[in-house]
Structures are given as structure tokens and as C-alpha cells.
């Protein structure tokens, strides 16, 4: 939403394009939980809240695409993420891994699912700052999504006033980038995609939280790292292997950076290598366990 630049800005530094050496995690965040539904909720819209795949949530539910949900019934949810290594303070987003994460001091305060750029409509990489906060935000349709919608035949809107059919939710919190920005949706279930064009959206209940934990000046990084690797104090590996929609990588350079890393770190013998080449190969989006003592060890392949 609200677009006029559609390339990466000038001056960003290879540590913000993802093209420095990966570092190693040492947090992991989500994994098994319940999710008990309310009114007028859909499979789609909680599996985009949680940033798990709607196939994988149907499966360990053993529900169809389809099937009814009644309020108060629960669901079991697994979407461990891998914390991308950053700076301590401010908003870190990895487009990739369609994720949002706020560190205050060092220490993660939140960690939400975004929708992001589409290929054709890449979000920004680099070094920003929140320039502007709205709440309740009127959208001034940017002349190339107006010139879009005329392609598309669809009626074009030059503006749309706040309330339930605008497109940036309750809040906006603009960047230093004209045009971007970071804000809710009226949308829920597209969340944990790449569709917006070129903004980070959030669901709705997270943006406003967003807005209330940010102020003009706090620090936003957006970076695009396809994989990411964390060990845990208990010795526990993880490594999560993310789409690459603005194809900036194989899995044959993933994997030879995976090697360099764990060999920099002295993990080389403690790392299942067909389960990790096998995750870099259809990447899920999620974490997973790649030590030996795993509970995939072993395995040549991965389920889909």
C-alpha cells in the first residue's frame, strides 16, 4: 500500500541487503500452542495470524480445507521461528521469513507475522527510521496503485477514509522512506504473505500494539535472509529455510553458506546434513530441529 518508490534505496549496506556473512541465532521463538477460535474467524485468517501454513495447521488438526469452525473450539498451533541476529534496540523485519520483530534493551518484546512486498512489487531493504505515527489512517491511493486499479478495470479511488473497508487498518506508522510504511489490514487472512505492494502489513490487533510500543525515531531494519540458523543454550540446532519470492539466492549458495557458518562455529559434526539440504530444497517457512539428537535425525527427506 501507499507506494511511490518501488526499488531498494540508495546508500543501503551490505549487512542491511543480507549480503554480510550469516551469524548465528541463539533464540527461538513460538512452537506448540492452542488456539481456541472466535466468532467469525476462518482456518485461513488463524494460520496467516500465527505464520503457520494453512496445510500444516489443517494436518495437525486433522481438519480439511473447508471444514466448519465453531466459537471456543481449540486448535493446536506449531510455528517456531528462528530470531534473526540484530541490533538490540528497534524493528527488524526479514522479508523472507514474513516476520516482524521488536527488541527493546536486547531483550525480544515481540515477534508477529507480516505481509510483505510481492516479487513485482518488492518492499525496500535497509536502514529506516518511523518518521510518522496515524491512527485510524486516511489512505491517499499513490498514483501507481490508482494506475494499477485502472489496468485492472476496477474502480479508481483516490482516497479512502478510515473504517472497516480501508485497506491500512487502525494504524500507520510511515518510514523514512516516502511512501512506506508499516500498518494494519482489513484483511486478516492475507497476512504471512508477499502481496502488499511494498509496505509491511500487520493484523490489525498487532499493529495497534506495534503502535503503542514505537515513537518517531526508533530504528527499522529490513533485511532478506532465506535461512537462518540458532543454537539453543540447551544444544539444541535449528535451522529455518524461508522462500526467496525476489530470487536473490539458490539452495546451492544456502547451502554453502549454512557449511561455512557451522564450520566457523564448530558445528559441523553435530548437524544432520541431508535433513538440513533437504529443508533448503522446499523450504517451509518454519524452524526445525537439524542436531543429531533431533527428532528427525536421520531422515532424507522432509514432509511437505
Given at each position: 500500500?501507499?507506494l511511490?518508490?518501488?526499488?531498494?534505496?540508495?546508500?543501503?549496506?551490505?549487512?542491511?541487503?543480507?549480503?554480510?556473512?550469516a551469524?548465528?541465532?541463539?533464540?527461538?521463538?513460538?512452537?506448540?500452542?492452542?488456539?481456541?477460535?472466535?466468532?467469525?474467524?476462518?482456518?485461513?485468517?488463524?494460520?496467516?495470524?500465527?505464520?503457520e501454513?494453512?496445510?500444516?495447521?489443517?494436518?495437525?488438526?486433522?481438519?480439511?480445507?473447508?471444514?466448519?469452525?465453531?466459537?471456543?473450539?481449540?486448535?493446536?498451533?506449531?510455528?517456531?521461528?528462528?530470531?534473526?541476529?540484530?541490533?538490540?534496540?528497534?524493528?527488524?523485519?526479514?522479508?523472507?521469513?514474513?516476520?516482524?520483530?521488536?527488541r527493546?534493551?536486547g531483550?525480544?518484546?515481540?515477534?508477529?507475522?507480516?505481509?510483505?512486498?510481492r516479487?513485482d512489487?518488492?518492499?525496500?531493504?535497509?536502514?529506516?527510521?518511523?518518521?510518522?505515527?496515524?491512527?485510524?489512517?486516511?489512505?491517499?491511493?499513490?498514483?501507481?496503485?490508482?494506475?494499477?486499479?485502472?489496468?485492472?478495470?476496477?474502480?479508481v479511488?483516490?482516497?479512502?477514509?478510515?473504517?472497516?473497508?480501508?485497506?491500512?487498518?487502525?494504524?500507520?506508522?510511515?518510514?523514512?522512506?516516502?511512501?512506506?510504511?508499516?500498518?494494519?489490514?482489513?484483511a486478516?487472512?492475507?497476512?504471512?504473505?508477499?502481496?502488499?505492494?511494498?509496505?509491511?502489513?500487520?493484523?490489525d490487533?498487532?499493529?495497534?500494539?506495534?503502535?503503542?510500543?514505537?515513537?518517531?525515531?526508533?530504528?527499522?531494519?529490513i533485511?532478506?535472509?532465506?535461512w537462518?540458523?540458532?543454537?539453543?543454550?540447551?544444544?539444541?540446532?535449528?535451522?529455518?529455510?524461508n522462500?526467496?519470492?525476489?530470487?536473490?539466492?539458490?539452495?546451492?549458495?544456502?547451502?554453502?553458506?549454512?557449511?561455512?557458518?557451522?564450520?566457523?562455529?564448530?558445528?559441523?559434526?553435530?548437524?544432520?546434513?541431508?535433513?538440513?539440504?533437504?529443508?533448503?530444497?522446499?523450504?517451509?517457512?518454519?524452524?526445525?530441529?537439524?542436531?543429531?539428537?533431533?527428532?528427525?535425525?536421520?531422515?532424507?527427506?522432509?514432509?511437505?
Amino acid at each position: 500500500m501507499l507506494l511511490w518508490l518501488v526499488c531498494v534505496l540508495p546508500g543501503v549496506s551490505r549487512a542491511a541487503t543480507g549480503d554480510a556473512p550469516a551469524e548465528l541465532s541463539r533464540q527461538v521463538v513460538g512452537g506448540p500452542a492452542r488456539h481456541c477460535v472466535r466468532s467469525g474467524e476462518t482456518l485461513l485468517a488463524i494460520a496467516a495470524r500465527y505464520g503457520e501454513p494453512l496445510a500444516r495447521l489443517l494436518r495437525d488438526n486433522g481438519l480439511r480445507a473447508g471444514s466448519p469452525l465453531r466459537p471456543g473450539q481449540c486448535l493446536r498451533i506449531d510455528n517456531p521461528q528462528v530470531v534473526p541476529p540484530g541490533p538490540p534496540d528497534g524493528v527488524l523485519i526479514n522479508l523472507p521469513q514474513r516476520m516482524l520483530f521488536l527488541r527493546r534493551e536486547g531483550r525480544l518484546e515481540a515477534a508477529w507475522p507480516v505481509a510483505v512486498g510481492r516479487a513485482d512489487w518488492p518492499t525496500p531493504l535497509g536502514r529506516f527510521r518511523v518518521a510518522q505515527m496515524r491512527r485510524d489512517p486516511v489512505w491517499h491511493v499513490p498514483p501507481s496503485i490508482q494506475e494499477e486499479m485502472r489496468r485492472e478495470g476496477k474502480p479508481v479511488l483516490r482516497e479512502v477514509p478510515n473504517g472497516p473497508d480501508n485497506p491500512l487498518g487502525h494504524a500507520w506508522i510511515g518510514l523514512d522512506a516516502v511512501g512506506y510504511g508499516i500498518h494494519g489490514t482489513n484483511a486478516p487472512a492475507s497476512i504471512h504473505s508477499f502481496r502488499t505492494h511494498g509496505c509491511i502489513r500487520l493484523d490489525d490487533d498487532h499493529a495497534s500494539e506495534l503502535f503503542r510500543a514505537v515513537r518517531p525515531g526508533t530504528a527499522v531494519h529490513i533485511v532478506y535472509r532465506t535461512w537462518l540458523l540458532a543454537e539453543l543454550p540447551e544444544g539444541q540446532l535449528w535451522l529455518q529455510a524461508n522462500p526467496d519470492p525476489y530470487h536473490r539466492s539458490s539452495p546451492g549458495a544456502e547451502l554453502g553458506a549454512l557449511r561455512e557458518l557451522a564450520a566457523r562455529q564448530g558445528l559441523q559434526a553435530r548437524i544432520d546434513w541431508p535433513l538440513a539440504q533437504g529443508l533448503l530444497q522446499s523450504p517451509q517457512g518454519l524452524a526445525e530441529r537439524i542436531d543429531l539428537a533431533g527428532p528427525q535425525a536421520g531422515q532424507q527427506s522432509v514432509e511437505p
